[in-house]
Structure formats: C-alpha cells, structure tokens
C-alpha cells in the first residue's frame, strides 16, 4: 500500500500507523484521511493483523484540520466533499486502535485521538479542543465524545475556551488510559497492542463492538446487545480452546476462528 | 546574542547566566525576566551546554522584583492585577528552570531576596557565599511569597520553618541556610567560584541524559503514592539504561578505568 502522508508498517499481529506529515504538525487533510481510513479497512480484513497503534511523532501526534484546505470552504464545498463520511467509517473499525499520543493533540487531532480505543499518552502530549479560537467549533465528533470521556462541566470548559489540557490532566480525568515519559510511550502502545493481539480475535471485535454500543443505545438495549454478543461466541473455536487451556493450565492458541 | 540586562557565558560544556544590574543589586525589572527566560530557552535547546549556573553580578544575587518599576504602575491608588504579573513573568522562569532536562546550579554570590530568593530555591543545588543570605522579602511589602518560594520552602523545612521565614521577612544567612538544608554549600566568599566550578565541571562531564532524568522523577517523586513512584522510576531507569553513556560506564567499570560520558 503506497500511501503520501502515513508511514504503515506490519509486525504481525500489530500494525503501526504513523501520520506523516511532520512539518504541519500532522494536520489532517482529506488525503490523509483517506489513506488512514484506507489502511485500517485493510487491516480489517488482513487476518495477520490483530491490532493497530496509531502515532504521530514526538512532538505532535496532529494540530487538528488543514486549516488551508479550509480557509475558503463554503458550506456547499463541505457537503460536496463529505469529509465526515470518512469519519464514519473511522469510527466502523472493527479491530482495536491503540493510539500513542505525543504532543499536540488538537481539534481534528483530538477528536482523532478520541477514536482509538485506548489512549497511551507521552507526559509531553496536550489536549484540547480550540476550534473556538478560530470562530467555529468541532466538527469531527469532539463535543460529543470529550463529553462522554471527561463530562460535561470539564468538556463545556475546553470546548467554550479553547483551553488545553495535559497529559498528566487527561488522565487524571479519563481521556486517556495511561501517561508515560516521552522517550517510553510509544513502546508501551506497542507492548499492549501485542497483548491485545494474543487474545482471540473474534472476542476481541465482539467485545469492542459492544463497548461502543454503549454509546449509541438504552441499557436495556446495550445488554440485549452484550448478551447476543457473548452467546455468538460459544460458537467459535477459539472459547474451546480457551477454556481448555484455563483448565489444563497452559497458554491458549487462538486462531480467530 | 546580545543582552542589557545579564550575561551568558559558555566554556567547557558549563554555562552562566549572570544576572547583571549590579546598581540595582540585580533586581528583576520587565526587561530581565523577558532576557533571562530567552536565555534558559537557549540554555535548555543547547546541546553543548550540559550544566547551567545562575548567579549575579556585583554584591547581590537578586533581590527580586524591580521595586523601582512598580512607580508606573501603582499611579493613582489603584491595584494592578499582581498574579498576571506573576503568570507571564515569572512562572515561565521558574517553570523552565525546574523542566530543564540538564542540572543548574545556583551560585548565590550576595543576598537572594523576594522573588530572587525564588530563583534560587528554584535551582537543583545552591552553592552559597557565608556573606550571602535568603530573605522572604514579601511580607514586608504587605505581600506572600510568589514565584514558587512557598512550595520550595514548604517542601525543605515542613510548613513551622518555613512560615517562620515567610512571616517574619528575616535575612537567613547562608551557614544557617546549610544547617537547614535550604542550601546544599556555604562557602568563605573567596572560595565561593572553586566550590561553584568543582561542581558544576563534574556535573558537565557527567551522564547528562541520566542526570535531567533524575530531576525529572525528583520534580515528579513528592506527588506519588510509593508504588506510582516505583513504577516511574522503572519507567525512567528503562530509557536510562538505553544511553549510550549507561553502557560506556558498564563497560569503563570491567575495564577498571573511569568512564567517560558523552551525554547521550
């Protein structure tokens, strides 16, 4: 897969992701969001591929939108380039997403962060959400899904003031799982990708299929959901040998079946 | 680069930055603070310079906050907003200073007062003159201590100590300042540069990774639970011992010979 600003390599069974476009902080073009979303279908369907960490570089994982590339958009050139429709497939990833988060974490590179499922942040990493700043707001899922990880007082607070956070903060207040030094993070990311990666497959796309129901659904719902969820796996392979391996105290061999 | 306000010199790895309106005993006015921070920036970015010393020129250290630039704007009775003050000029320094990966050492030279005591506090060790002496100037212009000498004094002395200082505004010498911990040296004023340079020229031949590591977990260690520190500290002891001058000191050790560190 040739892509222009990602760098993608494969270690089965992780895949790495890097945004590569380092002398505008990582700004997120159309481009760009194409190839990513391009690569994580693929690795969707590559059965070598179990989990996926998504980086930027030391000093920013991304500043947020191209504001170039929006400067002169009218509310027509928005819809007619539908740059959210790539957002909603984002959010269709199956596999888990660990992001490795250094840096600035801004706007669409906030929100882009929000999308992983788990967030291992660098001490030097900075959220915030600073659309305001410019005279609009988040566009890409940040109002929605800040407040869901941080509630509402403290998402009202970044998003009306453009203020950021860091990482020692976001943790403190759950945007992000884990904060390491930055010479550290993007190893650990590796380290818990590869972790993930040795559990069964299909529990593990289950498992954060249901998950984010929770956002979308009642909880009666989301537990109708759950519950179908873990009967469909009784029928894999992979709970026999499972539980055989618990029972006769040895490692499992998952083959995503 | 040029400056009016301090000096900044660099020889062998070290660098000194001379806080240098020895008329004013090198009180902090807009200016210095504006130059004194670019030049932690510099001192932080440069590569060469692996230890910083702060210290001022003529009898003083500091003596804090520009009192003569306060005429502007205190006109009229009114209250200008002391803790923007604060926010933009100082916290930046003392912020800087605590961040900065490589060691810095203050060589307290004369009295360090009010907002120059601070800076002193600030440093990662203080070599002081028995003629010098630390002064909580604040009280005694009806204000508290700012610029971080609060949290300094609090964290070496207990909140007893430390409020005795505060409350009363006394100059605390410098061999009583040792005594108490609040300096790591107190030396006659004609050894003062010796003690300063032995340590400084150790600590710029030193592994200077692992030494801005060790203030790191230093800066970070009195907000952790004892676990959270022990896994920070593994954290930093896995990329210490990824440096190039871990392995030069492991291998200087089986050659029985002294290491010699590059830095990195």
């Not at chain 1, 902080?25 to 070598?48: H, M, Q, S, Y």
């Not at chain 1, 305001?132 to 003031?161: H, S, V, Y």
């Not at chain 2, 005429?71 to 803790?83: A, I, N, Q, V």
């Not at chain 2, 070599?127 to 204000?143: C, H, P, R, T």
Request: with cysteine; glycine share 8%; net charge neutral.
């Amino acid at each position: 897969m040739p892509f222009s600003h990602l760098l993608v390599e494969t270690e089965p069974p992780i895949a790495i992701i890097r945004l590569n476009r380092p002398k505008v902080l990582n700004a997120l073009n159309f481009e760009l969001l194409r190839e990513l979303v391009e690569a994580l279908e693929t690795f969707d369907k590559d059965d070598r591929i179990r989990a996926t960490v998504l980086t930027g570089n030391d000093d920013a994982f991304s500043a947020g939108a191209d504001i170039k590339e929006l400067f002169e958009a009218t509310p027509v050139d928005l819809i007619q380039r539908n740059q959210f429709a790539l957002w909603d497939r984002l959010k269709k990833t199956a596999k888990p997403i660990i992001g490795a988060i250094s840096g600035h974490a801004l706007g669409g590179g906030c929100e882009l962060a929000m999308n992983c499922d788990i967030i291992i942040a660098s001490e030097t990493a900075r959220f915030g959400q600073p659309e305001i700043n410019i005279g609009i707001m988040p566009g890409a899922g940040g109002t929605q899904r800040l407040t869901r990880a941080i509630g509402k007082f403290r998402a009202m607070e970044m998003i009306l003031t453009g203020q950021y956070m860091t990482a020692r903060e976001a943790e403190k207040h759950g945007l992000v799982n884990k904060v390491l030094p930055v010479e550290a993070y993007f190893e650990e990311a590796k380290k818990l990708a590869m972790q993930i990666a040795q559990r069964a497959p299909v529990a593990t796309r289950l498992a954060k299929e249901a998950v984010l129901k929770s956002f979308d659904t009642p909880l009666e719902e989301g537990l109708q959901f759950e519950r179908r969820n873990f009967y469909l796996l009784f029928s894999t392979e992979d709970m026999k040998e499972g539980m055989k391996a618990f029972t006769e105290k040895r490692p499992a061999q998952f083959k995503g079946r | 680069m040029g400056y009016e306000t301090i000096l900044v010199e660099k020889r062998n790895k070290i660098e000194r930055i001379t806080l240098n309106r020895p008329s004013a005993l090198n009180a902090v006015n807009d200016k210095m603070g504006e130059e004194f921070y670019a030049a932690l920036k510099e001192a932080e970015k440069d590569q060469g310079s692996r230890c910083l010393i702060i210290t001022g020129a003529g009898r003083a250290f500091s003596a804090g906050e520009d009192v003569a630039g306060l005429k502007e704007r205190y006109g009229e009775g009114t209250h200008p907003s002391l803790g923007d003050h604060l926010r933009k000029k100082y916290h930046p320094i003392i912020l800087r200073i605590r961040n900065m990966e490589k060691p810095v050492v203050a060589r307290i030279n004369g009295i360090a007062a009010g907002s120059g005591a601070s800076i002193a506090l600030a440093c990662d060790i203080r070599i002081a003159s028995e003629e010098a002496g630390l002064k909580q100037a604040f009280i005694g212009v009806g204000l508290v201590p700012d610029s971080g000498s609060s949290y300094f004094l609090t964290r070496t002395l207990g909140p007893g100590r430390a409020l005795e200082l505060i409350m009363t505004g006394r100059t605390l010498g410098a061999k009583e300042a040792e005594t108490l911990g609040l300096v790591n040296m107190a030396v006659p004023a004609t050894e003062l540069d010796k003690a300063v340079d032995d340590v400084a020229e150790r600590l710029a031949n030193g592994p200077t990774k692992a030494l801005g590591l060790s203030k790191r977990i230093v800066n970070r260690a009195p907000h952790l639970e004892l676990s959270e520190a022990l896994e920070y500290e593994a954290q930093n002891q896995d990329i210490a011992g990824r440096t190039e001058d871990h392995l030069e000191a492991v291998k200087a050790f089986l050659e029985k010979r002294q290491p010699k560190f590059s830095g990195h």
